[in-house]
């Protein structure tokens, strides 16, 4: 909400002008975009695994990895595409690196090795503060861990408000490295004006350095001079909050699950004195919350030596799911199906199910303990082992 309120109160500043100035800056960055689309797209296509890649890096030959890794930027995949903004950075192209490090941290801020790269890159922009505090382990793979210092770029030319529009821009594209590039260089151009320090501190919260966000709102905070007392007093207790804030951290697979939909396949085996009873379910739900779906069940039971008992069930479901307080992605689940079942008489059955899931990226691994309540089933217990998948974005 703090941020919010920061981030309106640069609105109404007048850093974003629908005007004459605004329309410049904006094709100004559409341009710089353009250029940057334009020249990946000359670079052939080269599907090249990640192994040969890495080894090509390795040996120092940077212009051949930048081919190596063109199809990076066809990819949806955060950590390819801040490698390949990293060997671009080590050919001196920063400008390309920094659009590329954006598409990555727009796909996942949270990832170690995508915080790694964005750290290495603005450690070379001059920002070692910030790539500090976010800076994660280098991959294995990497033997030189030392990018160029870029001193070669010129310096921001424009007045104040298109160079504010500009970055604003950036923000509001969620272009989070390249935003904090051009705030950090607009503090060198305009060190004297609050409305570029209100920037760079929303900036740099973007991608989890909150220390480095903190210093900016008290250099704001200094420039501010007319600010009544309640507006103080906010900006004092956000950078508080910021200071005390814990480091960005990955958010797990089983915390994300609003909206997604999930198609399960399991099965269970009964072994009797007289019969081998084969249970194969599937189900086919939508998550209502992180913690919450419904869905429609389906089975076939087969293997009873009493046919009455053998056949399609189908049935309705909801489960509740909750993160166990442990490092790995594993919840507990507590469902409740109704269901017809095939059986002589009285063929619906109320069921109570609790388990574990254990998360993948886009999937489960399910063991849960059926419980029949009523109906043919009464008073039966099965183990069940399945495998869920997960569907649609993650919200």
Do not use: C
């Not at 507990?332 to 095939?342: C, E, K, W």
Request: net charge neutral; charged share 20%; proline share 4%.
């Amino acid at each position: 909400m703090k941020k919010n309120i920061l981030f309106f109160l640069l609105l109404i500043s007048g850093l974003v002008v629908m005007a004459e100035e605004s329309t410049s800056s904006t094709m100004t960055t559409a341009a710089t975009m353009t250029t940057s689309t334009t020249t990946e797209s000359l670079q052939p296509v080269v599907q090249t695994p990640s192994d040969t890649r890495h080894a090509i890096v390795t040996s120092g030959d940077f212009q051949a990895a930048v081919v190596a890794y063109a199809d990076a930027a066809r990819k949806e995949d955060p950590v390819l595409l801040a490698e390949y903004a990293w060997v671009l950075a080590k050919t001196g192209k920063v400008e390309i690196a920094l659009a590329q490090l954006d598409r990555a941290l727009q796909l996942d801020r949270t990832n170690d090795e995508v915080l790694y790269y964005t750290a290495a890159i603005l450690n070379s922009l001059g920002l070692s503060n910030v790539g500090a505090e976010i800076s994660r382990p280098a991959p294995t793979w990497i033997k030189d861990e030392k990018l160029p210092t870029d001193s070669s770029r010129s310096d921001l030319a424009g007045i104040f408000k298109n160079d504010i529009n500009a970055a604003t821009g950036l923000l509001l594209q969620r272009r989070y490295a390249s935003t904090v590039d051009r705030y950090s260089r607009l503090t060198k151009k305009y060190p004297g004006e609050h409305y570029v320090w209100a920037g760079y501190a929303i900036a740099l919260e973007s991608i989890g350095a909150y220390k480095a966000a903190a210093q900016a709102v008290a250099k704001d905070m200094e420039l501010t001079k007319n600010a009544d007392e309640k507006t103080r007093e906010m900006m004092a207790a956000h950078k508080k909050e910021l200071e005390e804030r814990p480091p960005l951290e990955k958010v797990k697979a089983n915390e994300m699950l609003n909206g997604r939909y999930l198609v399960f396949f399991g099965g269970s085996v009964n072994h009797t004195s007289s019969d081998t009873i084969i249970n194969l379910n599937g189900r086919a739900g939508k998550f209502l919350s992180n913690n919450v779906d419904v869905g429609i069940n389906a089975g076939v039971t087969s293997g009873n030596s009493i046919s009455d008992y053998n056949g399609v069930s189908l049935g309705l479901s909801a489960r509740y799911l909750t993160p166990l307080p442990v490092t790995a992605p594993v919840s507990f689940v507590i469902g409740a199906r109704v269901q017809y079942a095939p059986a002589p008489t009285d063929q619906t059955t109320l069921y109570v199910s609790p388990g574990l899931s254990y998360f993948l990226e886009d999937s489960s691994i399910d063991l849960t303990v059926d419980f029949g309540l009523s109906g043919p089933l009464k008073d039966t217990r099965t183990i069940s082992l399945g495998y869920t998948m997960y569907l649609g974005g993650k919200k």
